[in-house]
T-cell receptor, first 115, second 111 residues
Framework: EAGVAQSPRYKIIEKRQSVAFWCNPI?????LYWYQQILGQGPKLLIQ????????DSQLPKDRFSAERLKGVDSTLKIQPAKLEDSAVYLC?????????????FGSGTRLTVV | DAKTTQPNSMESNEEEPVHLPCNHS???????IHWYRQLPSQGPEYVIH???SNVNNRMASLAIAEDRKSSTLILHRATLRDAAVYYC????????????FGKGTRLSVIA
C-alpha cells in the first residue's frame, strides 16, 4: 500500500510570503490530519478532517493558516503571510474512519524555513 | 487530555533489550495507551497500542501495569535502526480522537 505523500519536501521563504503544502493520504482513509512540529518538540495538531469536513481546527491560527480537503481526498495547507515562528516541519497523517486499532500513517513532512 | 510522563532520553547497547517507561497516573478507563516512534527526518510511525492486557507484535511488546498508571514499551533486541524518539500517548476510545504528542523519549543505540 502506498504511504501518505507530501510535497514539497523542503521550502525556504521570506517572512510575509505565502506558502502551500500538499498531502495525498492513503486511498480510502476518511480522516486526515495536519500537524506542526517545531524543532525539539512533539507534533502539534493543527486541523483534522473527516472526509471533506473539518472536525477540529481549534489550534489552527486562522488569521494566517488555512486548509482544505477537496472531495475528501487530497488536502492543502496554506500560510499567508508567514512569520519566522512558522519555521517547522508540517506533517500530514491519515487513518481509516473510526480506527483505534490501526493507528495513523504519517507522511515524511515538509520542512519549512522562514527567513 | 490525560498526560504522560517519559524520560527525556535513554541509551542502550545494540542487541540488548530496551525498556522504555511511561507514567500516566490520570488515565481513565477508556483511554488506550499508544506508542509511536519517530526516526530522524521521518514522520512518526505506529508501534503498538493496548488497553489493559500486555500486547506483542513484530516490532515490540507493551507491558501495562495492573492499575494502568504506567506502561513499558519493550524492544527485545535494539538495533541501530531503533534510534528514534518514542512517544507514549493516551487516546480516548474514539476513532476520531486525535493523537496528542508530548516530547517523548529520545533513544540512542550504541554499537
Amino acid at each position: 500500500e502506498a504511504g501518505v505523500a507530501q510535497s514539497p519536501r523542503y521550502k525556504i521563504i521570506e517572512k510575509r510570503q505565502s506558502v502551500a503544502f500538499w498531502c495525498n493520504p492513503i486511498s480510502g482513509h476518511a480522516t486526515l490530519y495536519w500537524y506542526q512540529q517545531i524543532l525539539g518538540q512533539g507534533p502539534k495538531l493543527l486541523i483534522q478532517f473527516q472526509n471533506n469536513g473539518v472536525v477540529d481546527d481549534s489550534q489552527l491560527p486562522k488569521d494566517r493558516f488555512s486548509a482544505e480537503r477537496l472531495k475528501g481526498v487530497d488536502s492543502t495547507l496554506k500560510i499567508q503571510p508567514a512569520k519566522l515562528e512558522d519555521s517547522a516541519v508540517y506533517l500530514c497523517a491519515s487513518s481509516p474512519r473510526g480506527a483505534t486499532d490501526y493507528g495513523y500513517t504519517f507522511g515524511s513532512g515538509t520542512r519549512l524555513t522562514v527567513v | 487530555d490525560a498526560k504522560t510522563t517519559q524520560p527525556n532520553s535513554m541509551e542502550s547497547n545494540e542487541e540488548e533489550p530496551v525498556h522504555l517507561p511511561c507514567n500516566h497516573s490520570t488515565i481513565s478507563g477508556t483511554d488506550y495507551i499508544h506508542w509511536y516512534r519517530q526516526l530522524p527526518s521521518q514522520g512518526p510511525e505506529y508501534v503498538i497500542h493496548g488497553l489493559t492486557s500486555n500486547v506483542n507484535n513484530r516490532m515490540a511488546s507493551l507491558a501495562i501495569a495492573e492499575d494502568r498508571k504506567s506502561s513499558t514499551l519493550i524492544l527485545h533486541r535494539a538495533t541501530l535502526r531503533d534510534a528514534a524518539v518514542y512517544y507514549c500517548i493516551l487516546r480516548y476510545d474514539s476513532g476520531n480522537t486525535p493523537l496528542v504528542f508530548g516530547k517523548g523519549t529520545r533513544l540512542s543505540v550504541i554499537a
